[in-house]
């Protein structure tokens, strides 16, 4: 239930306990909604070993009746918090489900944690808003005893835009200390409807829903990307929401294709082509007060705009940024490897854009195992979004193209 609702009650875990944390996970590609939801629900459950189940995360094909599957999946996990999003594909334990495919099902046990779920509407009028009530929402349905650290796991829906708006309601509330990671839901790659799931609701876009994770040690977030410079800094000069008219006083069209490289192929099969012009191999890189940057996807539209899917503030600074296959596997490694360092983790949940399904093309398997090998024992379970969640210590944490994980 959204807590817009007058009736809105949070709804509260066990406490903390001493148990370690058990994590199942379970998944069907069954074509019938019921059926595959109460598949993947027994599977993930079994997984428990008995451990009454404490957080269900559950990650879905848009090809399905989600009102029933939904309903499927919490007739077996009971009222046990649940929260979920459509994906453009899904990955667990080393393995791809392509998108428009199958469900996913994540069951875990209290352990050491508590979590508190909820859900707000309202992203796309007010951002900024939507993401206070939501971060004050879901800290109170872990419950009023105090925890030493904690983290905030996102998931919106993919096509409200407003998502670093978002964050910044999350910040005014929870500050630097509170690190945030998750995904904006996808709808395999139709871009036509996205949704996110909070217990019994389905919420489509302009909805929210987070887990807060109390914790008696800090957790960390972490995010790579891959993505290297084509050009100079660039500043946009002219921009309307979405819209990029002017990067350095010039046609923003005209500077996008000009680091382009000779082998440009816009027809590649397996690309994702919202608009014609699109190529998920080029992009721009926001370029941070530290010299980092953050990926924000980018195409031409039919129009003949060139279009960002958040938008890029006049006068930010910039730069084209490109990659291919082997730079994005190349950093995979490392993302797992420190979001593991120092941890007896028991599952670790990960976030990477669509956009880098399309750039792998046919090695696109290949994120999944790779995730999966360097987690070693550690369950793996993720989606593929239309943008990730990374905040750490700064305010910016929405990311495209980009690779985040937190281990539990």
């Known amino acids: 239930m959204a807590v817009d609702d007058p009736a809105y009650r949070p709804e509260r875990t066990a406490t903390t306990t001493a148990e370690p944390l058990r994590v199942g996970v379970g998944h069907s590609n069954a074509a019938d909604a019921v059926e595959a939801g109460r598949a993947a629900s027994a599977q993930a459950l079994a997984g428990l070993d008995g451990a009454p189940p404490a957080l269900i995360i559950m990650y879905a094909s848009v090809s399905y009746d989600l ?13 046990t918090a649940l929260v979920g999003a459509t994906t453009s594909g899904q990955f667990h334990d080393g393995r791809l489900i392509d998108p428009g495919l ?53 998931l919106t829906t993919g096509l409200a835009g407003h ?10 509330v929870l500050g630097a200390p509170v690190p945030v990671v998750g995904g904006s839901a996808g709808d395999d790659r139709l871009l036509i409807r996205t949704c996110v799931f909070e217990n019994d609701h389905v919420l489509t876009d302009g909805g929210a829903t987070a887990v807060w994770i109390a914790s008696p040690t800090p957790l960390s977030v972490v995010a790579e990307h891959g ?7 660039l500043l946009v000069t002219k921009s309307d929401g979405l819209v990029i008219h002017e990067i350095a ?26 608009a014609p012009g699109y190529l998920s191999a080029y992009a721009f890189g926001l370029i941070q007060p530290d010299g980092s940057k953050l990926v ?27 990659c ?15 979001s593991l360092a120092g941890r007896d983790a028991s599952v670790l949940l990960a976030f990477s854009c669509v956009a880098r399904l399309d750039v792998l093309a ?17 369950a793996t379970f993720g989606f593929y979004t239309y943008g990730e969640f990374a905040r750490t210590t700064r305010v910016a944490g929405y990311h495209n193209a980009t690779l985040t994980a937190i281990a539990l």
Do not use: C, M
């Not at 923003?252 to 590649?268: I, L, N, T, W, Y």
């Open 249 to 274: 006083g010039r046609n923003a069209v005209e500077v996008f294709r000009e680091h382009f490289h000779d082998d440009v192929d816009f027809e590649r099969p397996g690309l994702i082509k919202p």
């Open 324 to 338: 291919r296959a082997e730079d994005l596997l190349r950093v995979t490694g490392d993302v797992v490897r420190r």
């Open 67 to 79: 009102v029933a599957l939904l309903h499927a999946v919490r007739r077996a996990t009971g009222k």
């Open 163 to 172: 998502q670093q708006e978002l964050l910044n309601g999350v910040h005014k």
């Open 102 to 154: 199958g469900v996913s099902v994540l069951a875990l046990s209290a352990g050491p944690y508590r979590f508190g779920t909820a859900s707000v509407t309202g992203v796309t009028e007010n951002g900024d808003d939507a993401g206070q009530r939501l971060a004050r929402a879901a800290r109170a349905a872990a419950g009023p005893e105090p925890a030493p650290h904690a983290a905030l796991l996102l």
């Open 362 to 378: 046919e090695q696109g398997a290949k994120e999944a195992a790779l995730i999966q090998d360097a987690a070693g024992d550690v």
């Open 296 to 322: 924000r996807g980018a195409y031409i539209d039919e129009d003949g705009q060139l279009k960002t899917f958040s938008p890029l503030p006049l006068y930010a600074p910039v730069q084209i940024v490109s």
């Open 227 to 233: 993505w290297h410079d084509v050009g100079l800094p």
